[in-house]
């Protein structure tokens, strides 16, 4: 049986992500990931779709049978701002993890490089920088299924933690 350890301190990040930027938020994020090792976090969480947003209020111009030409200029925005995983975004996570020698876990939209599916995902780094979890939000509700797709592969993935195995 492992030993665990008892205590685990935590950072639970309440910030604003920069809407719509993808290279914006992960410098943002960085930036707090190395704010909170500062104070001797151990992991490390961020919001929901931190990266590059959770898009509350939007429609990206869909109703039932249309779209139209401005809903589907923001939509392009918020797909080309969305991450793959892995991919160069995660790589820069990592490897603030690493040099936090913290776990942490945020949210992002992530772009699938075949479908090009959008995912409501949510990463757990390893304080090796490993990109250990890659959850993909089961089921969206509502008009969230306009924005991403169902989960198609990791439904659980586990991350092993000095306090306990954790489900991303």
Not at 1 to 18: E, F, G, H, R, S
Not at 142 to 163: I, L, Q, S
């Amino acid at each position: 049986m492992k030993n665990l350890k008892k205590n685990c301190k935590i950072a639970v990040v309440q910030a604003a992500p920069v809407l719509f930027d993808k290279d914006a938020c992960v410098e943002k994020a960085v930036k707090l990931i190395r704010e909170a090792a500062a104070q001797g976090a151990e992991l490390i969480v961020f919001p929901e779709l931190f990266i590059p947003c959770y898009p509350y209020g939007m429609t990206f111009g869909f109703t039932v049978g249309s779209r139209n030409a401005d809903g589907r200029k923001d939509w392009k925005r918020y797909y080309d701002n969305s991450i793959l995983c892995p991919g160069p975004e995660t790589e820069i996570l990592g490897a603030a993890a690493k040099e936090a020698n913290a776990y942490v876990s945020i949210g992002v939209s992530e772009r699938d490089p075949l479908s090009a599916t959008l995912y409501n995902t949510n990463l757990v780094f390893t304080p090796d920088g490993k990109l250990d979890a890659v959850h993909r939000k089961l089921k969206p509700t509502g008009a969230e299924r306009v924005v991403w797709g169902d989960a198609n592969k990791n439904y659980f993935p586990m991350t092993d933690t000095p306090w306990a195995p954790w489900a991303a």
